[in-house]
Structures are given as structure tokens and as C-alpha cells.
């Protein structure tokens, strides 16, 4: 029988120190050993009976719940004031057989894998490699869950592929205390599994793509993913190139994503013809306080797996000093105007060195993100016709209203059909600026006001925008989500969540992001422990 | 006189900051032993990570030291993911000291985290 310890906590954090915030118990639950449980799919089922007695617990305790997994969102999305779960432990994968299929399916089941919802990126990805697959794209690193990343919609820069949300092929949600409250979701239009496998996992299907589309980046919301099956594709090598290329050139391809007519060309990925190839991944590094007229750019090109390649980990970014990051926090603090110039100091490390090309597989490549203290992001989405605007608009307002101690990055992803997905446009450009944690002074703004003039800004440029749920904003703004995904896009997908969950369920897997943010209906709105640190996203 | 008062503590400074240096060795695979408490705020938040800080006598004949890592709550496994060896003044003094055979073991680990 699946085991779960409960810690009585006063209080909950994220990995980069975004709270902390209020809580009372923090639950985590362990699997039962193969040694009693030798059975994959019995130990599988036996978490959801543990899960649906917390549940029980919590609910009979009149009190709410949120699942977790590796706290890395850098706001409160994960945090429930209440009880949390921590799903680190809940590790299981399955490949998918043949006779496990839908009569009607295109999908391989050779590509299929059903991941329980603690399995990070790199398991997954060390799982995938083993048959010889890969993921499809990830985020810049490994250590997130998989059921985290669907929940926020975690990308890339892969702009023909997608998020990670959009290789899943199926949902397992546990969305009660009641044995019945136990489904399978998949989209009607493509079906991936059939009623006896969904039917050994699950007590429920619901075939339909308005409800799993909703779901798909449900924000923690509709329910407890228990699992995800996810489709894969033949582990394939990216080719990484580092350039420094003219601003107007790095600017015009993200406008244009037109790599074929572009006057920039890496010699290597040329046609025979003479014209570029189309990448698979184009990222722009910005820094606004540096008046150079070149910008930093990362390429990669997708090719066919092989085994003989150049070990990439010994060029594979190292992670900068802490105790640095430590001191350009207090001197940013301090001396805001400093900021400029610490950043150029240490762009070095910021930034991948320059014309160390190498080639790796996708999980080499995004590897592990060591901790780097306190830190913020803040990531918009925009059409990606819109990139240069919009970053001018960014870099401006950093600059003159800041300095802000961070640094601009453009990356673009292929559009979503997750209902509430961020990447909504027909390609998303993905402007983030990152960077480490301040305290409002006298003289530098607190990072609630620079979100909101981050809102503003991109309103009163008449920018089409949406905001990356796992990172900063000022998520209280006033009809944000709305302005966001327009107000049938919302009520769509409050309506699939009334549908799957029951009024108390509603309540119970809602959290102050969610009433803060109007997705949920109003209740009070719990603050973080220290109020009077503006700075700390509320 | 005072300038060689000088000169000497500053050797004795840098002495003491070049002896004390940590080595590190990570796997590049396997995911780390999570520490859901998020306990620390150093280079291993986020890790379950297994201190040890103690002298090991090592006799005349044997020239080396195994430790064994066991199964343990904070060490699910039993596999090595993450080692960090410390070298510090005081150790190197001991060891000076104490003809080498006895040694402080200050180090940190974390181990792999367990598949289901
Ligand atoms: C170093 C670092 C690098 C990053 N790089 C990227 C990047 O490249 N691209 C990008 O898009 N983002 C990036 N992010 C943001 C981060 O990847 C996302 O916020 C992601 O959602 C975090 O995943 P997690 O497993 O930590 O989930 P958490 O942050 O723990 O949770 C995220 C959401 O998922 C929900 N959830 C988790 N498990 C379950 C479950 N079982 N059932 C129901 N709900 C659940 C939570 O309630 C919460 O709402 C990065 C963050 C960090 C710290």
C-alpha cells in the first residue's frame, strides 16, 4: 500500500524562493515496493486508492489541496494554503502495447509511454533514450514533473513542435474522494487508447476535445493528474550553434521565423541550393543595457540520430558563482544604477559562450539547472509578428523606469490547442526576461509595480499578449485573464472544469491564484507570510 | 619586525584559504534524492543531502579508506548521485599532526533518487 508522511508546516516555498506562503500540512506520498507490489499497473492503481484518502481526509477536514511537483513555477500557482501534495516520489512509467491502442488510432504504440505524475523530464528522458526515443521538445532544463509542465505549458524554442502539452495524448485525473471520481480523458478526434486499457487505469473515459484541451493546462485545477500519456518520437541530434549576429538581422528572423531568405547563414545548415535551413530552435539573447550592435543567437538543427558524436558536456553552460549572484543582488539593491554594468560583467556567464558549436541529444542538451538563489521570470507571449515591438516596448521600460537586474530572451513555439495554453498565437514568441530577486528600495521599483507596468505597457501599445503561468505578474490585474484569451476562450474552460468536477471539488482544487486571477469564483485571498516584501509576488 | 609580522600573517592567510578548496563530482545521469522541505539554500536546495563531518584513523599498513553508503531514509537508493569532498586548514593540520593517521572526512552527498 502506497505510504504517505504528513509534515505540519507553517509555511511553503518555491526552489527560487518566490514566497513563502501559508500552509498547514504538507503531504508526500511514497509507492508501494515491487517487492510487495510487483505488478507496475497494480502499484499504479494502489497510489490512486492513497490519493483518494488524502483527499477524503482533507476534504473531511474542510480544507483544499494542491498537487505539486518540483515547486520550480517562480509564483504562487502551486501554493494552496491548506494542504499541498508533493508527487516527487510517484515515479511509475508504462510503455504502451500494441493491443493497448484504439481501433482508430494513427498513433505507434511503440511512441506511447504513460507517466505517473512525479516523473521528471530527465527520467523521462533517460526512460525514452532506453527505446531508443526522445522527447519532442522540453523546457531549458530537466527537473520539472511532467504533470507541472502541462499544468503551466512549458516550452522551448521548438517553433514547428509545440510545449510539452502538446505531445500528450491522454489524461489520467483523479477529481474526487469517490471511487467513481477516478477518469481517463482523451480528444474525441484523436483517440489514442482503448476502453480496456483506459478501463484498467481508470473507472471513467470521457472522450471529448473540449474537456481535455481544458484540462491540458488545467493550472492544478481539475483535479490530481495522476497520469500523462505522452507520444514520442525516435531519438533524433540537435546541431547547436552560438553566434553574435547584427541586431536588425537576429530581429528581422524572429519577425519573420524566414530563415530561407535570411542574409545570416550558418555554412553547415545551407541547402544545396545556398539558402538556409529552417532550424528547429532560435533563441535571442538581449541585453537592454548594452549599446553593442550585435545580439547573441542559439540555432539548432535537428538530424538523425547516430552514435558516433563529440561528448557535448564539457561545453554544456556551467552555472555562475552563487555567492556572485548574491553580491550583484545587494549591489543591485543598493546601487541600482550599478545593475548595467554588473550585467555586462556578467554576461560571460550569462550567456553561451560564443562559436562553441556541439552536438548532443535533447536531454544532453537541456540538462540539469543547478540552484542559482532567489530568482524571477517574467515571460510574455506574443505574435511572433510582433517580437521586435514588443521588445523594444520591454527594453524600454526596463531601462528607463528601471534598471531591473535581468536579462531579455526571445524563444518561439508552434501554436497550442490547450484551451487556456499561453503559446496561442500561430507561432508564440516567448519574451522573458530573467533574473535574481530584489527588494524594493528608494530606488528601485518593487517587482509587483515592474509587472504591472509590464501589463500596462503592452496595453497601451494595442500588443496582443499573454503571460506564462508559472512565472511573474502582477496575476490580480484587473480582467488579466480575460484581456488575455478573450472571454469565450475563459468561460469555456471554467465550464469544462464545472463539468468534470463537482461544486465542492470545484472549491477544494482551487487555489488563491485561481481566485486572484477571477478563473475561479471570488473567495478571500490569502497573502504570503511578509507583506511588507513588495517585491515577493503575491 | 612589523613588516615581517605582516608578511607572515599573510601567508598564513593565503595558506589557510588555498587548503580549504571542495571537489565536487556529479552524474550526469539520474535525477538527485529530492528534499521536498526545500531545507537549504545553498548549492544543494532541493536535494536530501547526507553530511558527514568526522576523523577516520587510518592505521600504518592501510593506505586508504572505504566508506560505505548504506540504504537509509535520506538515502533511498543506495546510489551515489552527487559527492563533495572538503579540504580544510584543520584537516591538513590534523593529518600533519598526526602522522596521517588520522584524517577529517568532511563531506556531502546526495544520493539518486529511486524509480518506481
Ligand atoms: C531553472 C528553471 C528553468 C525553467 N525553464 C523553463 C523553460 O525553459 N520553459 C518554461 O516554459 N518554463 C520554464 N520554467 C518554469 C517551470 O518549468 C514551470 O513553471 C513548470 O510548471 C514547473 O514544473 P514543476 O514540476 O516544478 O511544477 P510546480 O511548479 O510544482 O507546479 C506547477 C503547476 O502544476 C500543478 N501540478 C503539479 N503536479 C500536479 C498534479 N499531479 N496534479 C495536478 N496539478 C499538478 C501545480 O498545482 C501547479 O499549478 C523554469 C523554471 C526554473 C526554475
Wanted: overall charge positive; glycine content about 6%; some cysteine.
Amino acid at each position: 500500500m502506497a505510504t504517505t508522511k504528513t509534515h505540519h508546516l507553517k509555511h511553503w516555498d518555491t526552489l527560487h524562493n518566490n514566497g513563502p506562503f501559508k500552509l498547514k500540512k504538507l503531504y508526500i506520498t511514497e509507492l508501494e515496493g515491487d517487492g510487495i507490489i510487483p505488478k507496475k499497473i497494480d502499484r499504479y492503481n494502489d497510489a490512486v486508492v492513497e490519493i483518494q484518502r488524502l483527499i477524503k481526509e482533507t476534504f473531511n477536514a474542510n480544507q483544499g489541496f494542491r498537487a505539486y511537483g518540483s515547486a520550480w513555477s517562480l509564483n504562487h500557482i502551486a501554493h494552496h494554503k491548506d494542504c499541498m501534495h508533493y508527487n516527487g516520489f510517484m515515479n511509475i512509467h508504462m510503455p504502451i502495447q500494441p493491443e493497448n491502442l484504439h481501433s482508430d488510432t494513427t498513433f505507434k504504440a511503440e511512441n506511447l509511454f504513460l507517466f505517473q505524475c512525479g516523473t521528471t523530464i530527465k527520467r523521462i528522458s533517460e526512460v525514452l533514450s532506453s527505446h531508443g526515443k526522445s522527447l519532442k521538445t522540453s523546457g531549458a532544463s530537466n527537473g520539472q514533473t511532467i504533470a507541472g509542465c502541462i499544468s503551466t505549458g512549458v516550452h522551448g524554442s521548438a517553433f514547428q513542435v509545440g510545449s510539452v502539452q502538446d505531445y500528450v495524448v491522454g489524461l489520467h485525473l483523479i477529481t474526487g474522494p469517490n471511487i467513481e471520481d477516478n477518469v481517463y480523458i482523451e480528444p474525441e478526434s484523436k483517440a489514442g487508447l482503448n476502453d480496456a486499457f483506459a478501463q484498467s487505469i481508470s473507472k471513467k473515459i470521457i472522450r471529448d476535445d473540449a474537456m481535455f484541451y481544458a484540462a491540458l493546462v488545467g493550472l492544478g485545477s481539475f483535479g490530481f493528474i495522476h497520469g500523462v500519456v505522452i507520444e514520442a518520437e525516435p531519438r533524433f541530434l540537435l546541431n547547436r550553434y552560438v553566434r553574435k549576429i547584427d541586431k536588425n538581422v537576429a530581429l528581422q528572423l524572429a519577425d519573420t521565423l524566414d530563415f530561407k531568405n535570411s542574409p545570416f547563414k550558418i555554412p553547415e545548415e545551407t541547402t544545396p541550393d545556398g539558402f538556409g535551413k529552417t532550424p528547429y530552435h532560435y533563441k535571442v539573447f538581449i541585453n537592454q543595457y548594452s549599446d553593442e550592435p550585435e545580439y547573441v543567437v542559439e540555432l539548432m538543427y535537428k538530424n538523425a540520430y547516430k552514435n558516433d558524436y563529440k561528448d557535448p558536456f564539457p561545453i554544456i553552460k556551467q552555472s555562475l558563482y552563487m555567492d556572485l549572484i548574491h553580491l550583484f543582488t545587494k549591489m543591485a539593491e543598493n546601487w541600482p544604477k550599478s545593475i548595467p554594468w554588473l550585467i555586462k560583467r556578467l554576461e560571460k556567464s550569462i550567456l553561451p559562450k560564443v562559436d562553441e558549436d556541439l552536438t548532443g541529444t535533447l536531454p544532453e542538451i537541456f540538462w540539469d539547472a543547478p540552484y542559482q538563489g532567489g530568482a524571477f521570470a517574467c515571460s510574455v507571449g506574443i505574435d511572433y509578428t510582433d517580437s521586435s515591438k514588443a521588445l523594444k516596448l520591454l527594453c524600454d521600460l526596463t531601462t528607463k523606469e528601471g534598471p531591473i537586474p535581468g536579462i531579455f530572451a526571445m524563444r518561439f513555439v508552434k501554436q497550442t490547442k490547450a484551451t487556456l495554453g499561453f503559446t496561442k498565437f500561430p507561432v508564440t514568441c516567448m519574451l522573458e526576461i530573467d533574473g535574481v530577486l530584489w527588494k524594493k528600495t528608494r530606488k528601485i521599483m518593487s517587482f509587483e509595480a515592474y509587472c504591472t507596468r509590464i501589463i500596462e505597457v503592452l496595453k497601451q501599445n494595442n500588443i496582443k499578449f499573454t503571460q506564462h503561468w508559472g512565472k511573474g505578474s502582477n496575476w490580480a490585474y484587473n480582467g488579466l485573464v480575460n484581456y488575455m484569451y478573450g472571454n469565450d476562450t475563459v468561460n469555456n474552460w471554467k465550464a469544462q472544469r464545472k463539468k468534470l468536477l463537482s461544486p465542492e471539488m470545484l472549491h477544494f482544487f482551487a487555489n488563491d491564484f485561481l481566485y486572484e486571477t477571477k478563473l475561479a469564483a471570488d473567495e478571500p485571498v490569502i497573502h504570503p507570510i511578509n507583506p511588507q516584501n513588495e517585491d515577493l509576488i503575491t | 619586525m612589523k613588516n615581517s609580522i605582516k608578511i607572515f600573517t599573510l601567508i598564513i592567510i593565503s595558506l589557510l584559504l588555498s587548503s580549504c578548496y571542495s571537489v565536487r563530482l556529479r552524474s550526469i545521469n539520474g535525477a538527485y534524492q529530492p528534499d521536498p522541505l526545500l531545507s537549504r539554500d545553498d548549492y544543494y536546495r532541493g536535494m536530501e543531502v547526507v553530511e558527514l563531518d568526522t576523523v577516520i584513523k587510518i592505521d600504518v599498513v592501510s593506505k586508504d579508506f572505504t566508506y560505505l553508503i548504506k540504504e537509509t531514509e535520506a538515502c533511498k537508493s543506495g546510489k551515489l548521485h552527487t559527492v563533495e569532498f572538503k579540504n580544510t586548514f584543520g584537516g591538513s593540520l590534523l593529518s600533519v599532526f598526526s602522522f596521517g593517521k588520522k584524517r577529517k572526512l568532511k563531506v556531502k552527498y546526495v544520493c539518486m533518487k529511486p524509480t518506481n
